[in-house]
């Protein structure tokens, strides 16, 4: 691709790479100018402009950002990903619903290195989004680029493709609530108002909603009649040591701990766990 200024006589048929306002109407950047528009700029008294004029190879912006977001999602739909239309060289990927964003970071890496004239940006690894957020953009920084090059940059997603959406597998959720003495019933209800309100966002139904008294034998027994996909508990206390009653109960119910604690804040008293092939989660007091 030539870029840069030209008289206006010989601009037909090149990319305007500027705006250009006139009397009544304004020519934007990336218009392919007509005969009419050129005379209509001579008329204006604009001796040149300046354009981007393709060369034999070259690719335009358009074409070629659809064809590396071809690429990077040859099944969107089996990726859990939408492909916008191509537009000024760009093209964006969006959740097609709610889930956990897998992003290989290296990959996106290797993308990028490939020419200056392509870009691919993503949310983080690990990111949760919900459907219709912006996932990924693929940009093509000038107006045409050599075809080789998108050839290139396809060929490396195809060998190694950086994104794919993880889905929600788990739809039904039993909540598990333990009340200590003296507790208040609205404090109940407000952590279960609260958890409703988290799932309902990930598309995942609330089974059922049990209180129990904070203890061990009670505890089990509430779990024992869990049947959701999943188990989560809520402690009246905060769950201080494995030995403590949200995972005593969970090893009593014959189920098993699988980290207790985390590095988040707030947050670190969580414990995750199982029962059979359910998880537990014992969200913090």
């Given at each position: 691709?030539?870029?840069?200024p030209?008289?206006?006589?010989?601009?037909?048929g090149t990319?305007?790479?500027?705006s250009?306002v006139?009397?009544?109407?304004?020519?934007r950047?990336?218009?392919?100018?007509?005969?009419e528009?050129?005379?209509?700029?001579?008329?204006?008294?604009i001796?040149?402009?300046?354009?981007?004029?393709?060369?034999?190879?070259?690719?335009?912006?358009d074409e070629?950002?659809?064809r590396?977001a071809?690429?990077?999602?040859?099944?969107?739909?089996?990726?859990?990903?939408?492909?916008?239309?191509?537009?000024?060289?760009r093209?964006?990927?969006h959740a097609?619903?709610?889930?956990?964003?897998?992003?290989?970071?290296e990959?996106v890496?290797?993308?990028n290195?490939?020419?200056e004239?392509v870009?691919l940006?993503?949310?983080?690894d690990?990111?949760?989004?919900?459907?219709?957020?912006m996932?990924?953009?693929v940009?093509?920084?000038p107006y045409?680029?050599?075809?080789?090059?998108?050839?290139a940059?396809a060929d490396?997603?195809?060998?190694d493709?950086?994104?794919?959406?993880?889905r929600?597998?788990?739809?039904?959720?039993?909540i598990?609530a333990?009340?200590?003495?003296g507790?208040?019933?609205?404090?109940?209800?407000k952590g279960?108002?609260?958890?409703?309100?988290?799932?309902?966002?990930l598309?995942?139904?609330?089974?059922s909603?049990?209180?129990?008294?904070?203890e061990?034998?009670?505890?089990?027994?509430?779990?024992g009649?869990a049947e959701?996909?999943?188990?989560?508990?809520?402690?009246g206390?905060?769950?201080?040591?494995?030995?403590d009653v949200?995972?005593?109960?969970?090893?009593?119910?014959?189920?098993?701990?699988?980290?207790f604690?985390?590095?988040?804040d707030p947050?670190n008293?969580?414990?995750?766990g199982?029962?059979?092939d359910?998880?537990v989660?014992g969200?913090?007091?």
């Open positions: 691709m030539k870029f840069g030209v008289p206006t006589a010989e601009a037909e990319i305007l790479a500027h250009v006139l009397a009544g109407r304004r020519l950047k990336g218009r392919v100018l007509s005969g528009d050129v005379a209509v700029l001579a008329a204006e008294g001796a040149s402009l300046t354009v981007a004029r393709l060369e034999p190879g070259d690719v335009g912006e070629a950002a659809a590396i071809a690429a990077l999602a040859p099944d969107p739909a089996g990726l859990g990903l939408a492909v916008q239309a191509p537009f000024t060289g093209v964006n990927l097609a619903e709610t889930g956990v964003l897998r992003v290989d970071a990959a890496r290797r993308l290195a490939v020419d004239a870009t940006a993503t949310l983080p690990l990111s949760r989004v919900s459907a219709r957020d996932v990924a953009t940009k093509i920084l045409a680029v050599p075809g080789r090059v998108v050839d940059a490396l997603l195809a060998a493709p950086p994104l794919r959406l993880h929600v597998a788990r739809r039904s959720a039993d598990i333990t009340r200590i003495s507790m208040k019933p609205s404090v109940i209800e279960f108002g609260a958890i409703r309100t988290r799932l309902a966002a598309g995942v139904t609330v089974a909603e049990t209180v129990t008294g904070h061990t034998e009670a505890l089990r027994a509430a779990l009649q959701a996909e999943m188990i989560l508990i809520l402690g206390s905060a769950t201080q040591d494995r030995g949200g995972p005593a109960a969970l090893i009593a119910a014959g189920g098993r701990i699988e980290r604690g985390m590095p988040v947050g008293l969580l414990f995750l199982a029962l059979g359910r998880p989660i969200l913090p007091g």
